[in-house]
């Protein structure tokens, strides 16, 4: 009985040592939770890295360009003459051929009127709206630009191309309304008094406008001066091709070339009949006798003549 008592105490012992160390075992799975707070601790400055890399997306926003732009070249004096002529004879041509049918013909005024009109709006409207170009700037290979390089706004081409049409109509409301100004009285003058004024208005605008284009070493008129335009040669580019009536008012280019070629030719003409004047005038300083061996030339000739008409009196 003694032993197997001692056999049961020695049992019940070793259990409580075998619960203990069960227990003990929690202690193991602290030491992951340390790591994963740890983790957590060094994950959190990530975020900071992006807050501070942040401010480098703000947009910093160019000056807007100022003068020529480059890779342009100022329209030549001979270009600008072909583009006013060709735009003179668009706008103005059926103008002056409704007041010639109104005032001569008294006939077709309906159909000159129309023929303006229409002239008009294709030139000053619907041209520069499809291409940013008159008809003048086709034929002599022009086109306005601003100084990004880009067309300027449709309302700078209706001011340019329409101003020697606004000082026609000046004129001619100054013709009909002066003597109204100064024969009527009450509302009739007031009126007569509006339209004369804007005529004057019109007519010193056309002025300025030239003033403004010869005093300029980029030939810029009034209107290109305010809307920042440049009238430069027309070079076609990669992402320029025309097609369709563009390319039909592209090939009016041809004319330009033609009138410029033959332009030039009379120019290198004169030049060349300059320089052969100043080669003879040259030789001719260079050598001094033969001025005065003319001079002697001619006056033995006048002398043996005035010999001859002596002995024939005397005969």
């Given at each position: 009985m003694g032993l197997l008592d001692k056999a049961g105490d020695v049992g019940?012992?070793?259990?409580?040592?075998?619960?203990?160390?069960?227990?003990?075992?929690?202690?193991?799975?602290?030491?992951?939770?340390?790591?994963?707070?740890?983790?957590?601790?060094?994950?959190?400055p990530a975020p900071v890295a992006v807050q501070v890399a942040s401010p480098a997306a703000v947009v910093v926003k160019k000056p807007r360009p100022q003068g020529l732009p480059e890779n342009f070249e100022i329209a030549s004096a001979n270009a600008r003459r072909i583009a006013w002529f060709t735009n003179f004879v668009v706008n103005l041509g059926p103008i002056f051929?409704?007041?010639?049918?109104?005032?001569?013909?008294?006939?077709?005024?309906?159909?000159?009127?129309?023929?303006?009109?229409?002239?008009?709006?294709?030139?000053?409207?619907?041209?520069?709206?499809?291409?940013?170009?008159?008809?003048?700037?086709?034929?002599?290979?022009?086109?306005?630009?601003?100084?990004?390089?880009?067309?300027?706004?449709?309302?700078?081409?209706?001011?340019?191309?329409?101003?020697?049409?606004?000082?026609?109509?000046?004129?001619?409301?100054?013709?009909?309304?002066?003597?109204?100004?100064?024969?009527?009285?009450?509302?009739?003058?007031?009126?007569?008094?509006?339209?004369?004024i804007l005529g004057v208005v019109f007519i010193v605008l056309f002025f300025v406008n030239v003033t403004f284009k010869n005093s300029s070493a980029l030939k810029q008129g009034l209107?290109?001066?305010?809307?920042?335009?440049?009238?430069?040669?027309?070079?076609?580019?990669?992402?320029?091709?025309s097609s369709g009536i563009i390319a039909k008012l592209e090939s009016m280019g041809t004319y330009g070339d033609r009138y410029s070629k033959r332009q030039t030719e009379k120019k290198v003409k004169r030049e060349e009949k300059?320089?052969?004047?100043?080669?003879?005038?040259?030789?001719?300083?260079?050598?001094?006798?033969?001025?005065d061996e003319e001079s002697e030339v001619k006056s033995e000739d006048s002398s043996s003549k005035s010999d001859s008409e002596a002995e024939d009196k005397s005969e």
């Amino acid at each position: 009985m003694g032993l197997l008592d001692k056999a049961g105490d020695v049992g019940s012992a070793k259990k409580p040592a075998a619960k203990a160390v069960a227990k003990a075992k929690p202690v193991a799975k602290a030491v992951p939770k340390a790591k994963a707070v740890a983790k957590a601790k060094a994950v959190t400055p990530a975020p900071v890295a992006v807050q501070v890399a942040s401010p480098a997306a703000v947009v910093v926003k160019k000056p807007r360009p100022q003068g020529l732009p480059e890779n342009f070249e100022i329209a030549s004096a001979n270009a600008r003459r072909i583009a006013w002529f060709t735009n003179f004879v668009v706008n103005l041509g059926p103008i002056f051929a409704f007041l010639f049918s109104v005032t001569i013909l008294d006939a077709f005024t309906t159909i000159f009127a129309l023929v303006a009109l229409i002239a008009l709006v294709l030139n000053l409207i619907v041209v520069p709206v499809m291409s940013g170009r008159t008809l003048g700037n086709f034929v002599s290979r022009t086109k306005n630009v601003n100084s990004s390089g880009s067309k300027p706004i449709f309302l700078h081409a209706l001011l340019v191309y329409s101003t020697g049409i606004f000082a026609l109509m000046g004129l001619i409301f100054l013709m009909v309304n002066v003597q109204s100004v100064m024969n009527t009285k009450g509302s009739e003058q007031i009126w007569a008094s509006i339209w004369s004024i804007l005529g004057v208005v019109f007519i010193v605008l056309f002025f300025v406008n030239v003033t403004f284009k010869n005093s300029s070493a980029l030939k810029q008129g009034l209107y290109d001066t305010l809307f920042g335009a440049y009238l430069v040669k027309h070079v076609t580019v990669a992402g320029e091709e025309s097609s369709g009536i563009i390319a039909k008012l592209e090939s009016m280019g041809t004319y330009g070339d033609r009138y410029s070629k033959r332009q030039t030719e009379k120019k290198v003409k004169r030049e060349e009949k300059a320089k052969a004047a100043e080669a003879e005038q040259a030789i001719l300083a260079e050598s001094p006798g033969t001025g005065d061996e003319e001079s002697e030339v001619k006056s033995e000739d006048s002398s043996s003549k005035s010999d001859s008409e002596a002995e024939d009196k005397s005969e």
